[in-house]
């Protein structure tokens, strides 16, 4: 028999209440993790000191790999193996990737999601994120000692469904239990303290190593809505660097031919184009096919030459207005996100659109991750009393291929997740037994403009005159962004259901086999990583549900109450066994057994939503 | 109170046409805060799956609430006259010439002033549309009425999108030059 725990006199009744939950920011150069400590988050440092790391991954020839620091420095040394900047690739094939030529890697093309050839073979954006993202998770384990309760993950506000997916594929194989996706610059509005202390509309201008998003949000009473979203997924102070590096050579007249050339012509851009962030005129010197080319940058030319690709994030911001139904000069305050917005040309642009100083108090690179530790520690529930709730919008609007090649929009972009639409289709032919259906997003009114996210069939509809049948498609979009489609015939009830997964080739299998591959498979290891998580899925239902008896248990009868209760005690009496599959089958029929107890829940809590407003009115 | 209650059930609203946005809005968050998966992330599968059923159904009620011309469509609806706008595109012949003259003014339009012009005569009339909803739908509860005054309003929307297009294109070439 389990013994009872009595907890010191004063203390919280539950010694595990506190979930260590982290906020990650996967960036396209470097990546952060941050927690809430003592009610701050802070950017986790490695044992060195450092919060960044660079998002570098190096795949060497015995089997090892570094991460971080060591990466980059091999950069020049090792480029075809020494994986930067991974976050472009994600949820993208080898046709999306712009610039690509002038690319060290040397790219698969996968329908979906290309790959890369390293010396320890093909790598998937997939697994090089997740090993950037296991890096920071074992820094968070190690600066707390204990396991992580989960993680929430920020990415651009732009990107689509694939890209998306990816980054929750990447997560889920570096072990992270994902809260949530949010979006950076909601993640940045949060970290602004924006929650407390403004209302109004704030408009979140992010530009990172190598995306671009632009935000408007509303908040009241730390409801953070998203109006509008706009960007540029494949904009960022990369491109700033490669024009720099460009024109330099052209300058300087020489070519870089070899990998080797093109990362080093890059990195010393960089360093020039930081330099030229402090100080009126900098030195770019590379060694360059054996040729030592130097040379003079002065912040005009920089400027110049960069001015199409600044300009391009201001159109987007206006673009963005427009999408919001907003003036400029309704925006209250301007916040400034991503190490490229130190640039000071893009400082100027951004004053000057907007006629006001934009925030930059808080450090860029930092403020990402910080407001993402900040939902994560409320989404695991350690601080109960606090209103935080984030309102995003799709991003993308989604569609379905009709006759001719034409999109037919089901979900419009900007409109508030979790969402569902439904539409109705039809037959074409007499005696039609299958129709495809070919679900795509993006703006364009022609399927081939657009990103095709994945097809399927509806198999099995009975025969019946062209134009009879009713196949009604459900778009559903979770608060992450994420889709997943279902289509039914109505009059025969044929239905079919997927999650929109497929589309870019990883399924659910490939990532159990990248799963072993990366945790060199002991068995016995995999056995005991089985066994954690279903402790920790145990403990979150029973830390759930004594939460909700204590809230709302006067909802339930004496018998439904001693139900849950004898569920519970199943999951405890479960839980010191070293079988992971007994587990698990208590937590789920505690999950099952408290179903009809949420309902409950949940329409009081509705009820008690209106009733507030209602004495409020009356 | 359930996912079956109408949108103005749900909202706690009097089933009419005139509302108040900023009421909307309001009670749109109060709801999301109780409902909303987030509320839930750390409560198992049976509650985020309830929770994201009562969160898309009151995003889907946010919606057609918020914008008039869905709202008026849908108090048709509730009250037995559908719009039924895929079936039946009759409209009156005055209402159609209008229509004519405003694409020939969006065709000939070479500036950003004409396209300003065209956007303002556009927004005068939405608002004398939806005076008339307001009248029919409120006072008359005449909802046959109702329903044409929405129909003509569908027109005037997407023509008023294409004037929208339009200025985005011409704000483009402008930023351009």
């Given at each position: 028999m389990a013994l009872l725990q009595i907890s010191e006199p004063g203390q919280t009744t539950n010694p595990h209440q506190r979930r260590i939950a982290v906020g990650i920011d996967l960036g396209t150069t470097h990546s952060l993790v941050a927690s809430v400590r003592h009610g701050v988050a802070e950017c986790l440092p490695d044992a060195q000191g450092r919060v960044i790391l660079p998002s570098v991954v190096r795949y060497l020839k015995d089997g090892g790999r570094q991460i971080g620091f060591e990466a980059q420095a091999a950069l020049a040394l090792d480029p075809e193996n020494s994986i930067a900047s991974v976050k472009r690739f994600?949820?993208?094939?080898?046709?999306?990737?712009?610039?690509?030529?002038?690319?060290p890697y040397r790219f698969v093309d996968h329908p979906g999601m290309l790959g890369l050839e390293t010396v320890q073979g093909e790598k998937s954006p997939v697994e090089v994120s997740a090993d950037i993202l296991a890096t920071l998770r074992y820094r968070a384990e190690d600066t707390f000692g204990d396991d992580l309760f989960g993680a929430v993950i920020t990415v651009p506000a732009y990107f689509d469904d694939a890209q998306r997916q990816a980054t929750k594929d990447a997560a889920k194989l570096a072990g992270l239990n994902v809260l949530r996706l949010i979006n950076e610059p909601t993640a940045a509005a949060i970290a602004y303290g924006l929650d407390n202390a403004s209302e109004g509309v704030y408009a979140i201008y992010d530009l990172g190593g190598g995306t671009f998003d632009i935000s408007i949000l509303r908040l009241t009473k730390g409801v953070f809505e998203v109006l509008a979203t706009g960007g540029d997924s494949?904009?960022?102070?990369d491109d700033y660097d490669r024009a720099l590096a460009d024109w330099v050579m052209a300058q300087a007249g020489v070519r870089a031919k070899t990998p080797q050339d093109k990362a080093i012509a890059i990195i010393a851009a960089r360093a020039c184009k930081e330099e030229l962030s402090a100080a009126h005129c900098a030195e770019c010197h590379a060694c360059i096919g054996g040729e030592n080319v130097q040379f003079e940058v002065v912040n005009q030319q920089f400027e110049k030459l960069t001015a199409d690709l600044t300009q391009r994030t201001i159109q987007a911001v206006r673009k963005t207005l427009r999408d919001a139904h907003l003036d400029k000069d309704e925006v209250k305050g301007v916040v400034m996100v991503g190490?490229?917005?130190?640039?000071p040309q893009i400082q100027r642009a951004v004053a000057d659109f907007f006629g006001r100083t934009p925030l930059t108090n808080l450090n860029p690179d930092e403020v990402v991750a910080l407001g993402a530790a900040i939902q994560a520690n409320q989404l695991a529930g350690n601080n109960a009393g606090g209103d935080l709730l984030l309102l995003d919008v799709i991003p993308l609007s989604l569609g379905i291929e009709t006759m001719g090649g034409l999109v037919e929009r089901i979900v419009p972009r900007n409109e508030t997740i979790p969402t569902a639409k439904a539409q109705d289709f039809t037959t074409y032919q007499d005696g039609q037994t299958a129709l495809a259906l070919h679900v795509v997003q993006g703006e364009r009114d022609l399927v081939a403009d657009c990103r095709s996210l994945a097809r399927f069939e509806l198999r099995?509809?009975?025969?019946?005159?062209?134009?009879a049948a009713r196949i009604r498609v459900t778009f559903t979009v979770d608060a992450d962004g994420l889709l997943t489609v279902s289509a039914k015939e109505q009059v025969s009830g044929v239905e079919t259901r997927i999650d929109v997964k497929p589309s870019y080739g990883l399924g659910d299998d490939q990532i159990a086999k990248m799963l072993q591959d990366s945790f060199t498979t002991a068995d016995a290891d995999m056995k005991t990583r089985a066994l954690v998580e279903a402790r920790v899925d145990g403990d979150r239902m029973l830390l759930a549900t004594q939460a909700a008896l204590d809230a709302d248990g006067d909802l339930l009868t004496d018998a439904s109450r001693a139900r849950i209760e004898a569920l519970m005690v199943a999951v405890r009496t479960a839980r010191p066994l070293e079988d992971a599959v007994l587990i698990e089958a208590a937590t789920q029929a505690l999950a099952k057994g408290t179903e009809a107890f949420a309902a409950m829940r949940m329409n009081r809590g509705i009820q008690k939503a209106l009733a507030g407003k209602n004495i409020a009115t009356v | 109170m359930n996912l079956q209650s109408d949108d103005f059930e749900l909202f706690g609203l009097?089933?009419?046409?005139?509302?108040?946005r900023a009421a909307i809005d309001a009670r749109w968050k109060d709801l999301q805060r109780e409902a909303h998966p987030d509320k839930f992330a750390a409560q198992g599968a049976a509650a985020q799956r309830l929770a994201m059923q009562w969160s898309v159904r009151i995003n889907e009620a946010y919606q057609r609430l918020k914008d008039p011309l869905k709202r008026a469509a849908y108090l048709c609806e509730l009250n037995a006259a559908p719009v039924n706008a895929e079936n039946n595109t009759a409209m009156p012949a005055e209402f159609l010439m209008q229509q004519m003259d405003w694409r020939e003014a969006l065709d000939a339009a070479s500036s950003l002033a004409d396209l300003d012009d065209l956007d303002l005569q556009v927004k005068q009339a939405v608002r004398n549309v939806l005076h008339k909803c307001e009248q029919f739908l409120d006072q008359q509860q005449d909802y046959q009425q109702a329903v044409q005054q929405v129909r003509a309003l569908m027109f005037i929307e997407r023509f008023e999108r294409d004037v929208h297009a339009r200025l985005d294109q011409m704000d483009i070439t402008e930023q351009g030059q």
């Open positions: 994600m949820g993208r094939g080898v046709n999306d990737v712009v610039g690509r030529e002038k690319l494949a904009l960022g102070g190490g490229s917005t130190r640039m099995g509809i009975p025969p019946m005159a062209a134009g | 009097t089933p009419q046409f005139a509302q108040d």
